[in-house]
């Protein structure tokens, strides 16, 4: 990138003898076709500095790293998202590779194209930028991210250089658009569901009889809800009759309903008789939501100071028996239009509470509200795999196992694993984890051999040692987002995610060691006990119940399985009556599954291996949260309240 030493030490008058140190200059940068951009670069730059172009200054601008900023490819890529066309030009001018793609395969014309920056397109354009590079997720080209942003006037600019909306079709890249992360149809869905047939070994998995089944049902009930989808995250509570319907906006077997200020996606737990949630509540009084199935990805753009909050509810009345601020901050990261900065969910054992709140920190309390310690968590940017600079909002939730803590970190940068102090906060472990950002709640599960921890990750499921963080086994080939959470049930780790193209359903050995990723075109191996390459829902997370595996899609599309054998039973599409949009995950209770859509209706459907759906139950208020049942009351917390709902004889 700078002039040969022969150039530096020689004077030159003319046009011509600059021609020749400019054409040394571009011949060692490599960019023969960028030669009159380049030219009127260094003369602009020169005179905007009031002297006029000599080769002195030429030499001085060339001058080798002393004199001359080096740029990082973030560094172009963040100028172009943020469309500073100043040092977008500095950067050309000092020489830096216009062209560096990311880990997806993206380049700073991408990014400029998808945010509709024309004067930086125009700057990469000019400059010699790849206007047909293809990212290799999406398969989108420059032209494409600006055709789908209706930024017409960079559509054509690229046109008119030689843009196409062509893609290489041998690039690896996913059958849709960020727009449409589960579209599966009903209808579609069962050719390319079917596992391939071919010669694969048959492999040797305990067989479970009803009565075993039923056994693990029951001992995965309690008459608490410590965690997130309670024990073991299994979803389910027996013993009592819960309510099949009810109607919130007409007060129809409502026990109690208590507002909650701010937003927060945390599902209620509950200990005894007393229930926990949280919430972020803006000072600028900013606690909207924008539901339904889109594709955008944008953050809210909101700098205002949030307070973040724990709540402790009376679960007999409904009253707040307290509340504590956590703190009061501007928060480190933005929010997605459909999050909120208080998602992960309350873990409790009943003598200690504790809270997640991501970037923010974590945070123990007693159960009457003293606080015992915090714990930063670092820079936790979850967002967007493709673009680190749309920020979503963590969600994972911690999980109490005995003395410990345990919390999963996945983010754009410094992804871990780590078991702190229950008593005071201190890390016991911590392992490195190379992720993207994920949502997904960790599962804790004895196994004969000790305690084992189960994530589920864009690039790999893993099982870990409790007592060390030593790494057993892992899977590869999850989605690019996931966000559902592994469960154990029938002596099997069920672990799904549903962002396309790859939409797996894994059912995992208990003893599974190694590397246990089947080879290609297998869908089973002495580890892994069944799969199905698309099938795994997006964003509610399975439940295992009487047998069976039911999987909700984020559109309401309900498939059960044979959980011991992945033998598909039914696939249907619920009839809906608002907005088909699922967020939260399907719980259990009576012989009944519950699903709760997003506009606030909740589905019924009897836990048969026959479709055929009960009642939808309206509660008047959004809801993105998955309920709690205990006692044979379903706990929902909802957009503004917390809804307690039993069978009062009302419907």
């Known amino acids: 990138m700078i002039v040969s030493n022969l150039t530096k030490k020689t004077s030159y008058g003319s046009n011509h003898h600059r021609a020749i140190a400019l054409f040394l200059l571009l011949r060692q940068n490599g960019r023969w076709g960028s030669f009159f951009f380049k030219f009127s670069l260094v003369i602009c730059l020169n005179f905007s500095l009031g002297s006029s172009f000599s080769t002195s200054s030429m030499v001085q601008a060339s001058e080798p790293a002393a004199n001359i900023k080096t740029y990082q490819p973030k560094d172009i890529w963040r100028a172009a998202k943020a469309g500073d066309a100043d040092l977008i030009a500095k950067m050309i001018a000092s020489g830096t590779n216009i062209d560096t793609r990311t880990s997806y395969g993206a380049t700073a014309l991408s990014f400029a194209a998808e945010r509709g920056r024309f004067e930086v397109a125009k700057l990469l354009v000019e400059a010699g930028a790849d206007v047909n590079n293809a990212d290799t997720f999406y398969g989108f080209t420059p032209y494409i991210w600006a055709k789908s942003g209706g930024h017409q006037e960079l559509v054509e600019f690229l046109e008119s250089h030689g843009a196409t909306a062509e893609v290489d079709d041998q690039k690896p890249k996913s059958s849709e658009s960020k727009e449409s992360p589960d579209s599966t149809s009903a209808a579609s869905a069962p050719e390319h569901e079917k596992r391939p047939e071919n010669n694969q070994t048959t492999f040797n998995f305990p067989e479970l009889s009803p009565e075993q089944i039923e056994k693990e049902d029951q001992e995965a009930c309690s008459s608490n809800w410590p965690q997130f989808r309670g024990v073991g995250g299994r979803g389910i509570s027996e013993g009592r009759p819960v309510p099949l319907q009810w109607d919130a906006t007409e007060s129809k077997n409502v026990l109690w309903q208590t507002p909650i200020p701010g937003l927060g996606h945390s599902c209620p737990s509950i200990w005894e008789d007393q229930v926990y949630v949280t919430t972020a509540v803006s000072s600028a009084g900013n606690d909207d939501l924008k539901i339904g199935h889109y594709g955008d ?7 205002s ?86 920020e979503w909002g963590f969600g994972s939730s911690p999980i109490i ?22 008593a005071d906060g201190s890390e016991l472990w ?17 196994t004969p051999v000790g305690p084992m921890i189960i994530t589920n990750a864009t690039r790999g499921i893993r099982g870990y040692d409790g007592l060390t963080g030593e790494l057993w086994w892992t899977l590869s080939g999850g989605s690019e987002i996931v966000v559902p959470t592994p469960f154990v049930a029938y002596e099997t780790i069920f ?4 962002y396309r193209p790859i939409k797996p359903i894994y059912a995992i050995a208990l003893r599974a060691r190694g590397d246990i990723t089947p080879a290609e075109g297998q869908t089973t191996n002495e580890h892994l006990r069944w799969s199905i390459r698309k099938g795994g829902s997006y964003l509610p997370t399975p439940l295992a119940y009487r047998g069976r595996l039911y999987v909700c899609s984020n559109l309401g599309i309900i498939s059960c399985y044979d959980a ?84 009062k004889g009302e419907i």
């Open 297 to 303: 990805v944008a953050s809210v753009d909101d700098e």
């Open 305 to 390: 100071v949030h307070r973040f909050v724990l709540y402790c509810l009376n679960r007999q009345s409904g009253a707040i028996e307290w509340e504590r601020t956590c703190l009061e901050r501007k928060p480190r990261y933005k929010r997605h239009l459909k999050s909120t900065h208080a998602n992960a969910t309350v873990a409790t054992n009943g003598q200690y509470v504790v809270v997640s709140f991501g970037a923010e920190g974590l945070f123990c309390f007693t159960t009457s509200g003293e606080l015992v310690w915090q714990h930063d968590l670092g820079t936790l940017n979850s967002g967007w795999f493709y673009d680190d600079e749309y």
């Open 401 to 422: 196992w005995n003395d410990r803590v345990i919390i999963q970190c996945d983010a754009h940068e410094h992804s871990y694993l780590a078991a702190l102090s229950l």
């Open 430 to 446: 911590k392992v490195d984890r190379d992720e993207v950002p994920s949502w997904s709640t960790p599962t804790v599960h004895e």
């Open 495 to 498: 672990a799904v995610s549903g």
């Open 564 to 647: 011991q054998s992945g033998k598909r039973i039914y696939k249907e599409r619920l009839q809906i009556q608002g907005v088909r949009s699922f967020v939260g995950s399907p719980v259990a209770a009576d012989g009944h599954i519950f699903l709760p859509a997003e506009d606030g209706q909740v589905y019924v459907l009897p836990a048969t291996e026959q479709f055929e759906p009960l009642h939808h139950n309206q509660l008047g208020e959004n809801i993105l949260t998955t309920p709690a049942i205990v006692d044979g009351v379903i706990f929902i917390r909802a957009q503004r309240h917390i809804f307690a709902l039993a069978d």
